[in-house]
């Protein structure tokens, strides 16, 4: 506890109003009260403050509210309320009784609030970029089943095709009573296409000019511009983690665990940490083990693991290639040494523990 914090201050953010509530070293509550959720509201508050600490749960607020109090001196801790059972588990959970819990957990011990570190807004501006791509992405593969799905019921076949020449083809197959309906669908589809390529210029000049690193990324099979730049913006410093192989609990690729004396139960992975990559990550594993994948250590590895057996052993063997994947791409990215596909094939064992230690 830093000799210069007298005040531990537990923030309930909400979209409105945020419940403030503030416990001295001695654990007396001095103050509870609610303020605006705005950024002149919260500096008027705090800038009257001494240095204090601040614990507030990760939320679409905490990023911007967590700089702003930062930039007013004052220590804060953002807080993973996945793992702060005092607050999810409270059978009389409020934002009152969640700013009070917050601000005690700050008093005690910062590690019991599990803190996280956002990123910084250049990423975070970035990272949008790939978010939004995802989005229209996601918007369009409705849209085509959509019409996939009505072609169907009405006996006709849809086209077999890319999403980017799905609109062209299937305006050919619509049924008369149809074509009113859907041809705006199409329309819809062919306009977000072309908003989906300008994202893709976007992504490729982002890697090219303000994040090179992403370049030794890509030339792992199965990982593109997309992929290499969000993971560089997710993790954004290399140096956050002291072993590559910390990185995959990170992302959640390790399974969860449950012992309890001999029970020891083979459960599903964590999901913890940022879901845009580890599914871009699952996917790239997919391409790797898949009928396209080029010969590499990785799909060497990740064969053997699905030929293991058992149920679900393919899909285990994914998992494991994307978090194998996750560590390959840290150590790159960290040593800055170039990737080689078949490294492990043609290293001695001898040659190989030092890397397989550092990963």
């Not at 990272?127 to 072609?151: E, F, K, P, Q």
Request: aromatic share 4%.
């Amino acid at each position: 506890m830093g000799e210069d914090i007298m005040l531990f201050v537990g923030l309930d953010l909400g979209d409105h109003r945020c419940d403030l509530a503030v416990v001295d070293p001695t654990g007396e509550l001095v103050e509870e009260s609610r303020i605006a959720t705005t950024a002149t509201a919260l500096e008027r508050r705090f800038a009257a403050l001494p240095r204090v600490r601040v614990a507030l749960e990760v939320g679409p607020h905490s990023r911007w509210v967590s700089r702003l109090l930062e930039g007013l001196g004052h220590e804060v801790l953002v807080a993973d309320a996945r793992k702060v059972r005092a607050i999810y588990h409270n059978p009389r959970k409020s934002d009152r009784c969640d700013a009070q819990t917050l601000a005690r957990l700050a008093r005690l011990d910062p590690a019991l609030l599990s803190p996280i570190r956002h990123r910084s807004a250049q990423a975070q501006a970035d990272l949008a970029v790939l978010r939004s791509r995802d989005a229209l992405v996601r918007s369009r593969t409705l849209l085509i089943n959509h019409v996939r799905g009505t072609l169907k019921s009405f006996g006709a076949r849809p086209p077999a095709c890319s999403a980017e020449a799905f609109p062209a083809r299937a305006a050919g197959s619509l049924p008369e009573p149809l074509a009113a309906t859907l041809s705006p669908v199409l329309d819809s589809i062919a306009a977000l296409t072309s908003q989906i390529r300008e994202y893709n210029r976007q992504i490729e000049a982002l890697c090219q000019e303000r994040y090179p690193q992403t370049r030794g990324l890509q030339a792992i099979a199965g990982v593109g511009p997309l992929t290499a730049l969000a993971f560089v913006l997710t993790l954004e410093d290399p140096g956050r983690f002291a072993k590559s192989r910390h990185v995959g609990p990170a992302l959640g690729l390790v399974p969860r665990r449950d012992q309890s004396g001999r029970h020891d139960p083979q459960l599903r992975i964590t999901k913890t940490g940022d879901a845009f990559v580890r599914r871009l990550l699952v996917g790239a594993a997919q391409y790797i083990l898949g009928p396209f994948g080029p010969d590499c250590d990785l799909r060497r590895w990740g064969l053997i693991l699905a030929q293991r057996g058992g149920k679900n052993a393919k899909k285990r063997a994914v998992v494991a290639v994307a978090r194998k994947l996750a560590i390959l791409m840290h150590r790159l990215w960290k040593t800055g040494v170039a990737y080689d596909p078949l490294w492990a094939s043609h290293t001695t064992p001898g040659q190989a523990e030092p890397l397989a230690q550092a990963a």
